[in-house]
């Protein structure tokens, strides 16, 4: 028995055999070839003058903007104010939109695999396709400029991404729970209260502090195109070249978020 | 009294799992289902309260035929059977409270329960039941910080609250230690005494079954191949049921009986007097 397993030939091992070997260095071979070319191509439309000043650019631009025009920030609290309504706002009208279409997506809760599933995939994609940017320079041309546009903007493209988490964690709880509180007798409505809503809670309230982190940031630039907030104040700064109002404006943009980010994380945090 | 006749499942995949089983379990009567894996076991007990549709067949409880019913009747007689399954299927973050109470959502109202505005009768229940298997004081834990035999009591608790017929038990004991599952086994034992309930235990553990079950029935693909009593499960029998293998250590011997509980009720009382004292009180 043992001198048998002594006497066994070596068997060799190896991750890959010849031919897959040989198809992955292919593949490399043809990744470096399309990435040579691509870097010829950007290469000419390039004006290499530009791009070796770059660094003296920056430098300049980053002189002008120090000091940051503090006595400027006066002027910046009902923006930010504006801001903070936006994402906070719009992430609401967001759950409230969103909770139903998880619902009728998720496969294990929809009332109609057939019917209302597609419906509701179709509005996240939808709903996610479009940045919010794009949601606020079609809303500010139907609801007119202001802080109104910026929320529905971030509503509409909020929607797809709280539905689409939720109804992922929808389709993931134990069922066994669910098929307990139906054993009992319980109506449609009751076992989705007892059965699924417990699950699926901590999933929804992380979801949505995490929505609306995002949110305010992306509600600073809706004023690029006029839908409301600080991101108005800040293309008018860039237009008009002063620039230590927009260097005090980043500031204030980044201590927003990071507060935002401190809350979403203790919110988080207390609810798992 | 419950009455099967010519239970069948096919399910959509086409696997066979009930070839039309015939069964009467009395009442009060506490009845083992054993059979080895794929059996179809789970099937049986899940076709009784339909949360599997069965393919043909009658199922009848105490007069009421269960396979017709529509919606309506069934949540209503969904409530007059209650159910212990396999990993306690509690709602983990819901409290030990809100579970047992989970056990009365066929007779409260929707937003009576959204609200958890339960009766107080039922709540007088739920604290009687919980102080029945030695939890009263957990009430407001969240059923996910419990052991797993806490945790099965409380399973225990939701389903008798329904104030059941018939106790649907699958697998009670699969995912506790054997000291636990002896305890479980012996718990749902006694409360179908007092409370005249008949029982359906799903159950792996031959020697568990022979302890606690005044019947045996041993399925084997879809079919019933023993119904009797547990002292005449011989090793030609589980042979019949499982297949070849050497039965011998696996049979409880009569006098094994003793010692086993002899060691067995020391064991219970200091980790949970409250049971003995409840039980000279004459509650539930």
Redesign the interface.
């Known amino acids: 028995m043992m001198s048998d397993a002594l006497a066994a030939p070596k068997r060799s091992w190896q991750r890959r055999d010849r031919k897959a070997q040989l198809s992955v260095w292919f593949g490399w071979l043809i990744g470096t070839a399309i990435f040579v070319y691509c870097f010829q191509k950007i290469s000419e439309t390039t004006i290499w003058a530009f791009v070796w000043d770059a660094p003296a650019q920056a430098a300049d631009l980053g002189a002008r903007m120090v000091p940051p025009a503090w006595s400027y920030i006066h002027q910046l609290w009902r923006p930010i104010w504006d801001t903070l309504n936006i994402a906070t706002m719009g992430t609401l009208i967001s759950i409230v939109l969103a909770v139903p279409i998880a619902y009728c997506a998720a496969r294990n809760t929809t009332p109609s695999v057939t019917f209302l599933r597609p419906i509701a995939l179709f509005i996240i994609v939808a709903s996610r396709s479009i940045n919010s940017l794009i949601w606020a320079l079609m809303l500010v041309t139907i609801v007119g400029p202001g802080v109104f546009a910026g929320i529905i903007a971030i509503g509409l493209r909020s929607i797809g991404f709280v539905a689409k988490l939720l109804y992922e964690a929808i389709e993931e709880i134990?069922e066994?729970?669910v098929?307990?509180?139906?054993?009992?007798?319980?109506?449609a409505?009751?076992t989705t209260?007892?059965?699924i809503v417990?699950?699926v809670?901590?999933a929804f309230a992380g979801i949505s502090v995490f929505r609306w982190d995002i949110n305010i940031r992306e509600s600073t630039v809706l004023g690029l195109v006029g839908a409301g907030g600080i991101g108005l104040e800040l293309n008018a700064a860039i237009t008009q070249l002063y620039w230590t109002q927009v260097s005090l404006m980043l500031l204030v943009i980044i201590a927003t978020v990071i507060l935002s980010e401190w809350v979403s994380a203790k919110v988080r945090h207390a609810i798992i | 009294m419950l009455r099967i006749r010519g239970l069948t499942k096919r399910y959509r995949t086409g696997d066979l799992a009930l070839k039309g089983i015939d069964l009467d379990v009395p009442d009060g009567q506490v009845m083992a289902l054993i059979g080895p894996s794929g059996a179809g076991k789970s099937t049986v007990i899940r076709c009784i309260n339909r949360l599997v549709e069965p393919t043909a067949g009658t199922i009848e409880l105490n007069g009421t035929e269960i396979v017709a019913l529509n919606s309506g009747n069934l949540r209503r007689m969904r409530r007059r059977m209650g159910m212990i399954f396999q990993e306690y299927a509690l709602v983990e973050r819901l409290s030990v409270m809100e579970n047992v109470l989970s056990g009365r959502l066929g007779y409260v109202g929707f937003w009576q329960s959204f609200m958890r505005k339960f009766p107080q009768s039922d709540i007088d229940e739920a604290f009687r039941l919980l102080q029945r298997v030695g939890l009263d004081h957990m009430a407001d834990k969240r059923a996910d910080e419990l052991s797993g035999g806490q945790r099965q009591r409380v399973g225990i608790c939701r389903a008798l609250i329904q104030n059941p017929e018939l106790l649907l038990v699958d697998e009670p004991t699969a995912s506790l230690d054997p000291k636990t599952s002896r305890q479980i086994m012996r718990l749902i034992r006694e409360l179908c005494a007092e409370r005249k309930l008949s029982a359906i235990i799903n159950i792996h553990d031959v020697m568990l079954a022979q302890m606690f079950a005044e019947r045996i029935v041993g399925l084997k693909l879809g079919e019933i191949v023993y119904d009797g009593p547990p002292d005449k499960l011989t090793p030609a029998v589980l042979t019949q049921i499982y297949g070849e293998e050497d039965w011998a250590s696996t049979i409880r011997k009569a006098d094994d009986d003793d010692a086993e509980e002899a060691v067995a009720v020391p064991e219970i009382a200091p980790a949970a007097p409250s049971i003995e004292r409840d039980r000279l009180a004459g509650l539930t």
């Open positions: 134990d066994s729970q098929e307990a509180v139906r054993s009992t007798g319980a109506s409505a009751q209260t007892y059965g417990p699950q809670m901590p």
